[in-house]
Antibody, heavy 122, light 107 residues
Framework: QVQMIQSGPEVKKPGASVKVSCKVS????????MNWVRQSPGKGLEWMGGFDPENGGSFYAQKFRGRITMTEDTSTDTAYMELRSLSSDDTATYFC???????????????WGQGTLVTVSS | DIQMTQSPSTLSASIGDRVTITCRAS??????LAWYQQKPGTAPKLLVY???VLESGVPSRFRGSGSGTEFTLTILSLQPDDFGTYYC?????????FGQGTKVEVK
C-alpha cells in the first residue's frame, strides 16, 4: 500500500516562496504519476499540475504556470512542489496525490498525502 | 475549463435515508467522472471512478451513475460513517476540475 507523507505547515509572507515535500513509502516514486491539488475555503479543490507520463515531464494548470515548479528526487522517492510569488489567495492546504493510470485515461486521484497547510500573511 | 456544479450544497439526512447528490458538467465529459468523500482535517478519499465503478473496499451502498453532462452519487442507506463532504471531479480534459462539494449532515 503506497503512502505519502508531506512536510509540515508553513507560514510565509506575501511575495515569498514555499516548497512542500511528499515522501513516498510502500512504492517507488518513478512508478507513480504524482500530482498536486490544493484546497482553500474560497475555491475548493484545485488541481495544480503533475507528472505527464506522455512526455516525461511536469504539466501545470494554466493559472499556476510561471510560478510553480514540481520536481522529483527518485533516489529518496520524494516529490516537491515549489510555489513562488505567494499572495493571501495562496493560503490553502496542499495535497500530493497520485493519478492511477493517466496513459489509459484513468486520471483520477487514488492516493493522497495528509496535506500541508500553507498560510500567507504579512 | 470544464465547470462542475454540484447540488445541493448541503444536505441534511438521517441514518437509513437514501441520499442523492447531483453533479453537472458544463460540457460533455463522457463517463470520465470520479467521486470523493472527505472528512474534516483529512484528505479526500476516492469512492467511484469512470462514473459508476466502485473503488476497491468502498461499501456497495454507494452507487454512481450518469454520462455526458449529468451524474449522480447515491447512498442507498446512509450510515454514521457516511457524513462528510462529497466532491465530483472530471478528468475528460485539462485542467482536471472539481465540483464545489456537497456537505452531508445529520438531520
Amino acid at each position: 500500500q503506497v503512502q505519502m507523507i508531506q512536510s509540515g505547515p508553513e507560514v510565509k509572507k506575501p511575495g515569498a516562496s514555499v516548497k512542500v515535500s511528499c515522501k513516498v513509502s510502500g512504492g517507488t516514486l518513478s512508478d507513480l504519476s504524482m500530482n498536486w491539488v490544493r484546497q482553500s475555503p474560497g475555491k475548493g479543490l484545485e488541481w495544480m499540475g503533475g507528472f505527464d507520463p506522455e512526455n516525461g515531464g511536469s504539466f501545470y494548470a494554466q493559472k499556476f504556470r510561471g510560478r510553480i515548479t514540481m520536481t522529483e528526487d527518485t533516489s529518496t522517492d520524494t516529490a516537491y512542489m515549489e510555489l513562488r510569488s505567494l499572495s493571501s489567495d495562496d493560503t490553502a492546504t496542499y495535497f500530493c496525490s497520485t493519478v492511477r493510470a493517466p496513459l489509459r485515461g484513468d486520471s483520477y486521484f487514488d492516493n493522497w498525502g495528509q496535506g500541508t497547510l500553507v498560510t500567507v500573511s504579512s | 475549463d470544464i465547470q462542475m456544479t454540484q447540488s445541493p450544497s448541503t444536505l441534511s439526512a438521517s441514518i437509513g435515508d437514501r441520499v442523492t447528490i447531483t453533479c453537472r458538467a458544463s460540457q460533455s465529459i463522457g463517463d470520465w467522472l470520479a467521486w470523493y468523500q472527505q472528512k474534516p482535517g483529512t484528505a479526500p478519499k476516492l469512492l467511484v471512478y469512470k462514473s459508476s465503478v466502485l473503488e476497491s473496499g468502498v461499501p456497495s451502498r454507494f452507487r454512481g451513475s450518469g454520462s455526458g453532462t449529468e451524474f449522480t452519487l447515491t447512498i442507498l442507506s446512509l450510515q454514521p460513517d457516511d457524513f462528510g463532504t462529497y466532491y465530483c471531479q472530471q478528468y475528460e480534459g485539462y485542467p482536471w476540475t472539481f465540483g464545489q462539494g456537497t456537505k452531508v449532515e445529520v438531520k
